[in-house]
């Protein structure tokens, strides 16, 4: 690792509590990790471990109850609403388990609305959303609306929707959690061409271990803490051939 | 290995810090949502088309009591005071009755309560694509406006229409009444100045009955109204 790597999500001491009446909850219980610019990292861990919860504060959705979270060095609570809004429309991309598509906008407008927010005129944003639609494999379906789209379509339409300002970071919350295997096998692949063609940063959080084989790191979390944290050359000693067996695809040798 | 380096290469902060709605697009936007849910936006313009033609009736009937005043002289005095009028001989006027003012007013306060509750629904089910929208990079400033512009337009319909039908059918009442000459005598300027008030006052309605509605979606924290879906 010659490779200088410039920190682009900082997570430090992020503890959440939940209050439901009197009952309290600590989905977070200090959680600290930084993230690379470019990388391609999974956060895994059981269901009820905290995925979500730590994707919503990284992503800045939520706020923690303690602790900070930087994106490019700036602490996010700082952010006031319409640096949240710039961040959230320009810097970040999310892609969700249940797609989250406008139902209905066609999936065009779907692309394109992050792109009007931005102030992107009509004519670039339609060029752009048909150009991304195309990269995602869904060159003829854009008039289409979500619920007129197979679940795997949709979710390439979101993550087309995550790319529409160029963002340099994609959070995704089990992006093929509820998809078939072979539907789910398809974003991944989609996610890692991003990740290594765009230089896209991908966090994405899951429990699919089809991600492991394209993760450079993955975060393992339970009980909401960082058990441990692997990169993928270390992954390939501890689990043998997990990924593979699942995939049955080969792993490139290397990482980066 | 030239990952990080895209990354670096990008101009931070790109071609400005900019978010935006311009209004063209809030409108497209708003129109289009309208007509994609048209019985949802019916049900809540109903209540309003309702109220408004009743107002426009009430009021077109006081323009027809003034025509035939005008023109019809003593008789007309015991025409109009026999179907219900306060008719101010002095001053050639006909105005509402007490009871009919109230009922007025009851109407018009049911009919923003019925919108309130319609809108509220309205938006309650679509709390999910409001949080998208935030996720999105959308501010409240924006969702306000989404939801005023619906507002008003569906204001503007439904008050229109709600108009039209009170002033046919006041007309209608009206020759009944007095026989079909008092047409003739209404003034028309006076009868376009209620219909005009009437869609006023139901835009007004609509606007005031969308305010919290409006209000509550805008503030609400992406994050619910992401995990409201499950
Ligand atoms: N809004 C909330 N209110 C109360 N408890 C919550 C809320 N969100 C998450 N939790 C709880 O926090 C824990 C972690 O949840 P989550 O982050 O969704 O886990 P994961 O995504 O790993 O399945 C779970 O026990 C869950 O019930
Ligand atoms: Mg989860």
Redesign the interface.
Known sequence: MT????T?VRVIGVRKTFTMGSQTLEALKGVDLEI????YVSIMGPSGSGKSTLF?MI?G??KPTEGKVFIDEVDISQLD??EL??L???KIG?I?Q?F??????TALENVT??M????MN?DDAQEKGIELLKLVGLGKRFQHKPLELSGGQQQRVAVA?SL???P?IILADEPTGNLDLSTGEEIIELLQKL??E????IISATHDYKMLNVSDRVVWVRDGMVDRVERREELNITIGGIGEKLTGRKQEPGG? | MSRSGAVLDRPEGGPGRLITLPFSKSLEISFKSLRVRFFRSMITVSSLVLAVSFLAFVLVNLDIAAGLLEHGGRDAVRALSQAGYDVDLAGGAVAMSAKERWIVILSLLVCTVGIVNAQLMSVTERFPEIGVMKCLGALDSMILKLFLLEAGMQGLAGAFMGAVLGALFSFLVGAVRFGSGVLAEVPVGSVLESVGLAVLGGCALSLVGVLYPAWLAARMEPIKAIRSEH
């Open positions: 490779e200088e790597k410039r682009i690379y610019a470019g990388e919503n992503g959705l939520d609403a319409y809004a710039w959230r429309n320009r999310y969700f249940t989250n598509l406008i139902p209905v906008m609305l992050p009007t927010f931005a102030g009509g929707r529409a300002n160029d340099a990740s290594s765009r230089g896209v940063t980066a």
